[in-house]
């Protein structure tokens, strides 16, 4: 028996690190308990999170390698709590997007050709969840390595931590130091989690749609079944299946709707923040002279970053073509072949009907304006060039 996509690496990798921030759809009452216990630690996580990097931007103000540093751990942690704020306010709709596809995508049976085409996605989704995964995990453990090199050779005094701490208290003695620095790994990882989960599920579902909308074509160029049409003459057949697709079709459409809706707010974020955070990422990398774990530190960071925006783009872009490509799978129909003049010209006019409506591109949109694609990628990117650019023009200055 075929395993099924929600039984997939993929599926699987995405719920644990959604869990993590207290988002899954449990099915148990005390799963749904400790997913609200979760959410409540991770907001309070993060909040103590962007308190001690806003207080350690505001205390550096002057030194300007040091504020940019600063600027660049308060944007992460800000860009990952706001994702969580911003879920939160909207978590009844998320869990029920994730009963949804798991009753109608992921948990349920298809044919050879729907198989093929889910492990299709499903494989193409484990890559991408890897690699975020890795580079994000990658990040935070040399961002807590840093510290304990540095530390070597210096007496308590001048311990330092990962996050300094701006408090009337004895931070760099025992045992202040080690109870510290554990909440600031436990508190930055979760940081590390929110960064990256929900991006990786928007990119699990939007492949997930796109493996959809690649059955629904094919459903609909086999409307009309030639080997069929030879062992009965009735045709009546044709229309139960064009509104079969139809109908598949106005569910996918829906669906969509309400992932637009869930991440309208936070797109329009990744679009606004994401440029600050890779140019001053870039910029970090540019300008830190001599140490190698910090140079290695920040190109792990650009890069992850970068690749986990052009994941972000490509996989909304692919949506976008899937659906658009469902008016060539209705064109495709070999409605010429009916015998029927009254249910030939019938199933044409459905046919347009499709045609015309699957022409408007489903699609996730910055803000309910411009839709997201390619081109989305390569314009933070240039926006992230030219911020780099005027810095170095002004650091030169």
Request: aromatic share 16%; with cysteine.
């Amino acid at each position: 028996m075929a395993s099924l996509p929600g039984d997939s690496w993929a599926v699987r990798l995405t719920a644990l690190f959604v869990r993590c921030c207290g988002f899954w759809a449990e099915d148990t009452k005390f799963g749904r308990k400790a997913m609200d216990v979760i959410v409540t630690y991770s907001l309070i996580a993060l909040l103590f999170a962007f308190c001690v990097t806003s207080n350690d931007l505001y205390n550096c103000y002057g030194d300007f390698d040091r504020f940019t540093y600063c600027g660049l751990n308060v944007v992460t942690v800000g860009f990952g709590f706001y994702k969580l704020v911003a879920f939160s306010m909207k978590r009844r709709m998320f869990l029920h997007l994730i009963y949804y596809a798991k009753k109608n995508f992921w948990f349920c049976d298809y044919d050879e050709y729907g198989t093929e085409v889910m492990n299709g996605c499903m494989k193409r989704c484990l890559g991408i969840i890897i690699f975020a995964v890795f580079m994000c995990h990658l990040t935070i453990i040399i961002h807590y390595i840093k510290p304990l090199i540095a530390n070597q050779g210096m007496n308590e005094s001048d311990r330092i931590l990962p996050f300094q701490l701006w408090i009337d208290l004895p931070v760099t003695l025992t045992p202040w130091y080690e109870i510290l620095y554990i909440i600031e790994m436990f508190s930055g990882y979760h940081c590390c989690i929110c960064y990256f989960c929900f991006d990786n599920f928007l990119c699990q579902i939007n492949i997930t749609l796109v493996g959809q909308f690649l059955i629904l074509q094919k459903e609909f160029r086999s409307i009309y079944d030639e080997r069929f049409a030879l062992m009965s003459k009735d045709e009546s057949y044709i229309h139960a299946r064009l509104i079969k697709c139809v109908e598949k079709h106005q569910a996918l459409i829906a669906f969509t709707e309400k992932v637009k809706e869930l991440y309208r707010d936070v797109i329009l974020g990744v679009v606004v923040l994401l440029s600050l955070l890779i140019c001053l990422e870039l910029f970090q990398l540019m300008t830190t002279v001599g140490e190698m774990l910090a140079r290695i530190h920040y190109c792990v960071y650009a890069g992850g970053s970068i690749a986990q925006l052009y994941f972000f783009a490509l996989t909304c872009n692919d949506l976008t073509e899937a659906s658009l490509a469902i008016s060539n799978a209705a064109y495709d129909v070999r409605w010429f072949l009916m015998k029927s003049a009254d249910k030939k010209n019938a199933l044409v006019k459905d046919l347009q009907t499709v045609i015309m409506r699957s022409q408007k591109a489903c699609s996730l949109t910055v803000g309910g304006f411009a839709p997201v694609t390619l081109m989305t990628f390569t314009s933070i990117c240039n926006r992230a060039f030219s911020f780099l650019t005027l810095m170095r023009q002004s650091l030169d200055y």
